[in-house]
């Protein structure tokens, strides 16, 4: 954009000088620096100036892709290759002492471009000399010279302008100026005129002091103290400390707002989160000085106590400076809760995770100091009566600090029910399908702490050793298997939904009705005997599609993988949505359609891409829900897309005609398509393209499960 209008600048500057006094034209004299010639490759010399010209100023060139001459000859000084190439579009030089007035040549690889106006000079602004050559802002500069009084600005670095009705005095042989708070060392210029670029009319003359000034910068002797406390005041002692305008303490923390300043001191309260390291100082010129030595700081000196705690209990911290401290963490990774906390006390909760180690202190400068190693109480396990018991009968657990038991864990990873709780005593009611075998209690911070000898669980319980199905479908008979199965009064399905009707009952075999409203997913089934015992079923998926296992192959499922996520894999069908609900997301179709129905070809952004070994041993499978009141499914005919290859057809049927408004698995034997050995899906489009596809249906979780 500066470019730009740098350019559009230009353009309308230079068709408006037809003169030829100050801005020289050159052979095109008549022409504009049009857009389309700024497009093109040539070289051409629209403009130079100023002429007359001063020697020891500079001579500015403006023309198109001036950034191909190579050099430049004026009489009297060929051959001058130190060229200040501003843009293509303007190149600059230094005129010699020794040019000559006469026409000006630019230099190309193809050849050279001369000047249809003659260069000439008039009598030169110089600069002889300046006082003082070391400056502070705020003092006076006094330049001496020639022709000064025709001097509009002094420029000073870094591009500080001084104009004409700021000097303190002008005459020809000097000027006084009062030296700006932003100037920094370097060249003084000065300038016959405002600049074209700035609004002028002209391109001025600008003439370069010989040697830089310098401009005096603050200094930092000494920081005290050292170290300091965050959040106290620090004195910083130097020089010329009054031109200081902002400190930077470590940690970037940038304070412009000082108690005290002096020239030879600041006095400034130091960021409660500043780290060690060392002070910048930044006058208003902006330059950085920074300090030789680190600023320190202080750490708490502390003591702890108690050192053998329990969890939840509270260690009282005591010590000097503790008012830094903001965080501490305890063995594991934990932080505990600081209260009542001073400049020389704090009490800190110790939390539940903790575990035995040392305890940290982080103050809010980054700074750590590490307290003692604390040991954290465990519960001691004593004894248990009685030595045997039924289900859902209580034991009672004596030992010490049992107040920190979160859970009782009997043999078969079953947890019981803690009714009444101690330091010195737990009692407990026994689970439901709990085994013989060791107790173990867990504590707070997870420590398990065994039984001294074992419990026995007594039960007259019929054995269930299996299924006959891979799961429970509500509404559907689920086989179960095993031995004393007459035993069985009452079986439970999760959400204690009781069955009410069964099929064969054989001592080894009993047929269930899945209850419709049994909750989903993976639980176990209790059974009630006869004699009012308790026992639990292993546990079996209920639901009316099939689990996803740690043996399934998914290929889309909609939900989040690196970047790609189910917006990749919508159809390109317009007539689809990616939902979520109850936390799975899929896609459902919102209007009947012909064409893609699920699309997927962006493995390399974290979609899954799998590599399948032994096709021959898996099963194609997809879940498929279809709304109440939809008609047609049935008759959808698909291909599956695997890899770039379209070979898989499916006619009419791959659909039910309906699922109750239920989700259920369709399953496809790849048989179907005869694949065998390797199938590689780690690249190229997967996905379901046919029709004709109702709306009301809605698909998720493509994959390939062992048969």
Same mark, same amino acid.
């Given at each position: 954009?500066?470019?730009?209008?740098?350019?559009?600048?230009?353009?309308?500057?230079?068709?408006? *000088?037809?003169?030829?006094?100050?801005?020289?034209?050159?052979?095109?004299?008549?022409?504009?620096?049009?857009?389309?010639?700024?497009?093109?490759?040539?070289?051409?010399?629209?403009?130079? +100036?100023?002429?007359?010209?001063? $020697?020891?100023?500079? #001579?500015?060139?403006?023309?198109?892709?001036?950034?191909?001459?190579?050099?430049?000859?004026?009489?009297?000084?060929?051959?001058?290759?130190?060229?200040?190439?501003?843009?293509?579009?303007?190149? !600059?030089?230094?005129?010699?002492?020794?040019?000559?007035?006469?026409?000006?040549? #630019?230099?190309?690889?193809?050849?050279?471009?001369?000047?249809?106006?003659?260069?000439?000079?008039?009598?030169?602004?110089?600069?002889?000399?300046? /006082?003082?050559?070391?400056?502070?802002?705020?003092? %006076?500069?006094?330049?001496?010279?020639?022709?000064?009084?025709?001097?509009?600005?002094?420029?000073?670095?870094? +591009?500080?302008? &001084?104009?004409? %009705?700021?000097?303190?005095?002008?005459?020809?042989?000097?000027?006084?100026?009062?030296?700006?708070?932003?100037?920094?060392?370097?060249?003084?210029?000065?300038?016959?005129?405002?600049?074209?670029?700035?609004?002028?009319?002209?391109?001025?003359?600008?003439?370069?002091?010989?040697?830089?000034?310098? &401009?005096?910068?603050?200094?930092?002797?000494?920081?005290?103290?050292?170290?300091?406390?965050?959040?106290?005041?620090?004195? @910083?002692?130097?020089?010329?400390?009054?031109? &200081?305008?902002?400190?930077?303490?470590?940690?970037?923390?940038?304070?412009?707002?000082?108690?005290?300043?002096?020239?030879?001191?600041? /006095?400034?309260?130091?960021?409660?989160?500043?780290?060690?390291?060392?002070?910048?100082?930044?006058?208003?010129?902006?330059?950085?000085?920074?300090?030789?030595?680190?600023?320190?700081?202080?750490?708490?000196?502390?003591?702890?106590?108690?050192?053998?705690?329990?969890?939840?209990?509270?260690?009282?911290?005591?010590?000097?400076?503790?008012?830094?401290?903001? !965080?501490?963490?305890?063995?594991?990774?934990?932080?505990?809760?600081?209260?009542?906390?001073?400049?020389?006390?704090?009490?800190?909760?110790?939390?539940?995770?903790?575990?035995?180690?040392?305890? $940290?202190?982080?103050?809010?400068?980054?700074?750590?100091?590490?307290?003692?190693?604390?040991?954290?109480?465990?519960?001691?396990?004593?004894?248990?009566?009685?030595?045997?018991?039924?289900?859902?009968?209580?034991?009672?657990? %004596?030992?010490?600090?049992?107040?920190?038991?979160?859970?009782?864990?009997?043999?078969?990873?079953?947890?019981?029910?803690?009714?009444?709780?101690?330091?010195?005593? *737990?009692?407990? $009611?026994?689970?439901?399908?709990?085994?013989?075998?060791?107790?173990?209690?867990?504590?707070?911070?997870?420590? !398990?702490?065994?039984?001294?000898?074992?419990?026995?669980?007594?039960?007259?319980?019929?054995?269930?050793?299996?299924?006959?199905?891979?799961?429970?479908?509500?509404?559907?008979?689920?086989?179960?298997?095993?031995?004393?199965?007459?035993?069985?009064?009452?079986? @439970?399905?999760?959400?204690?939904?009781?069955?009410?009707?069964?099929?064969?009952?054989?001592?080894?075999?009993?047929?269930?009705?899945?209850?419709?409203?049994?909750?989903?997913?993976?639980?176990?089934?209790? #059974?009630?005997?006869?004699?009012?015992?308790?026992?639990?079923?292993?546990?079996?998926?209920?639901?009316?599609?099939?689990?996803?296992?740690?043996?399934?192959?998914?290929?889309?499922?909609?939900?989040?993988?690196?970047?790609?996520?189910?917006?990749?894999?919508?159809?390109?069908?317009?007539?689809?949505?990616?939902?979520?609900?109850?936390?799975?997301?899929?896609?459902?179709?919102?209007?009947?359609?012909?064409?893609?129905?699920?699309?997927?070809?962006?493995?390399?952004?974290?979609?899954?891409?799998?590599? @399948?070994?032994?096709?021959?041993?898996?099963? #194609?499978?997809?879940?498929?829900?279809?709304?109440?009141?939809?008609?047609?499914?049935?008759?959808?005919?698909?291909?599956? &897309?695997?890899?770039?290859?379209?070979?898989?057809?499916?006619?009419?049927?791959?659909?039910?005609?309906?699922?109750? +408004?239920?989700?259920?698995?369709?399953?496809?034997?790849?048989?179907?398509?005869?694949?065998?050995?390797?199938?590689?899906?780690?690249?190229?489009?997967?996905?379901?393209?046919?029709?004709?596809?109702?709306?009301?249906?809605?698909?998720?979780?493509?994959?390939?499960?062992?048969?």
């Amino acid at each position: 954009m500066k470019n730009k209008h740098y350019i559009l600048t230009l353009i309308l500057i230079l068709s408006t *000088l037809s003169s030829g006094m100050f801005f020289t034209a050159c052979e095109k004299d008549d022409e504009m620096l049009d857009t389309d010639q700024l497009g093109s490759k040539e070289v051409t010399l629209k403009s130079f +100036g100023p002429s007359p010209a001063m $020697r020891g100023g500079e #001579l500015r060139f403006i023309g198109t892709n001036l950034d191909q001459v190579t050099s430049i000859d004026i009489p009297g000084a060929t051959g001058l290759t130190e060229i200040t190439v501003v843009t293509q579009y303007e190149i !600059r030089i230094t005129i010699p002492q020794s040019a000559e007035p006469g026409i000006v040549k #630019l230099n190309i690889p193809e050849g050279s471009i001369s000047s249809q106006s003659v260069l000439s000079y008039s009598e030169p602004i110089s600069i002889d000399r300046f /006082e003082p050559a070391q400056v502070k802002a705020g003092q %006076k500069l006094t330049i001496s010279g020639e022709y000064l009084n025709n001097v509009e600005e002094v420029i000073l670095a870094d +591009g500080i302008h &001084v104009l004409k %009705k700021d000097f303190l005095k002008q005459t020809r042989e000097a000027i006084e100026l009062t030296i700006p708070e932003e100037a920094q060392t370097g060249k003084i210029i000065v300038s016959d005129g405002a600049d074209l670029l700035s609004g002028g009319e002209e391109i001025p003359t600008w003439i370069y002091s010989s040697s830089d000034l310098t &401009v005096v910068l603050p200094s930092i002797s000494t920081i005290s103290p050292n170290p300091v406390k965050a959040g106290s005041l620090v004195a @910083i002692t130097g020089s010329d400390l009054d031109l &200081v305008k902002s400190v930077v303490f470590k940690g970037d923390f940038k304070v412009d707002s000082f108690q005290t300043q002096t020239a030879t001191k600041i /006095e400034i309260n130091v960021p409660e989160r500043t780290e060690d390291g060392s002070l910048i100082i930044i006058p208003a010129s902006g330059v950085e000085v920074k300090s030789e030595s680190e600023l320190i700081m202080v750490v708490p000196e502390l003591n702890v106590s108690p050192t053998t705690i329990k969890n939840g209990g509270s260690i009282i911290v005591k010590g000097t400076d503790l008012d830094l401290i903001e !965080r501490v963490i305890f063995e594991g990774g934990i932080e505990g809760t600081i209260s009542d906390q001073t400049g020389t006390e704090m009490t800190v909760v110790v939390p539940d995770e903790a575990i035995s180690g040392v305890v $940290r202190f982080l103050t809010k400068a980054s700074k750590e100091v590490n307290g003692p190693e604390l040991t954290l109480i465990d519960p001691g396990f004593s004894s248990f009566a009685p030595q045997e018991a039924k289900a859902n009968n209580s034991i009672i657990i %004596k030992g010490t600090d049992l107040d920190l038991v979160v859970d009782v864990v009997f043999s078969g990873g079953l947890s019981g029910t803690i009714e009444n709780q101690s330091e010195t005593q *737990l009692q407990v $009611r026994i689970p439901v399908g709990a085994s013989s075998g060791i107790i173990e209690l867990v504590a707070k911070n997870g420590v !398990r702490i065994s039984s001294p000898s074992e419990i026995t669980i007594t039960a007259n319980l019929p054995e269930i050793t299996g299924f006959a199905e891979n799961k429970g479908t509500p509404g559907e008979i689920l086989t179960i298997q095993g031995t004393n199965l007459l035993l069985i009064k009452e079986l @439970i399905f999760p959400g204690n939904i009781k069955a009410t009707a069964y099929g064969i009952k054989t001592d080894e075999t009993v047929q269930v009705y899945v209850p419709q409203d049994a909750t989903t997913g993976y639980g176990n089934i209790t #059974l009630i005997t006869y004699e009012g015992e308790q026992g639990l079923s292993p546990e079996i998926f209920i639901g009316g599609t099939d689990p996803i296992t740690d043996a399934t192959i998914m290929v889309m499922d909609f939900e989040q993988h690196g970047d790609h996520n189910g917006s990749w894999d919508n159809s390109w069908s317009g007539s689809s949505e990616i939902l979520t609900e109850n936390g799975n997301t899929f896609i459902r179709y919102t209007s009947s359609f012909d064409g893609w129905a699920l699309n997927c070809n962006h493995q390399s952004s974290g979609a899954p891409a799998p590599v @399948i070994q032994n096709i021959e041993n898996y099963i #194609l499978k997809f879940d498929i829900r279809i709304e109440e009141g939809v008609t047609g499914a049935e008759n959808a005919q698909l291909q599956f &897309v695997f890899a770039d290859q379209w070979s898989y057809w499916y006619g009419p049927n791959l659909f039910p005609s309906e699922t109750g +408004g239920d989700w259920i698995t369709v399953s496809v034997p790849v048989s179907t398509w005869g694949l065998t050995g390797t199938f590689d899906l780690s690249s190229g489009t997967n996905g379901l393209y046919g029709g004709i596809i109702p709306a009301g249906i809605s698909i998720d979780n493509l994959r390939f499960d062992p048969i």
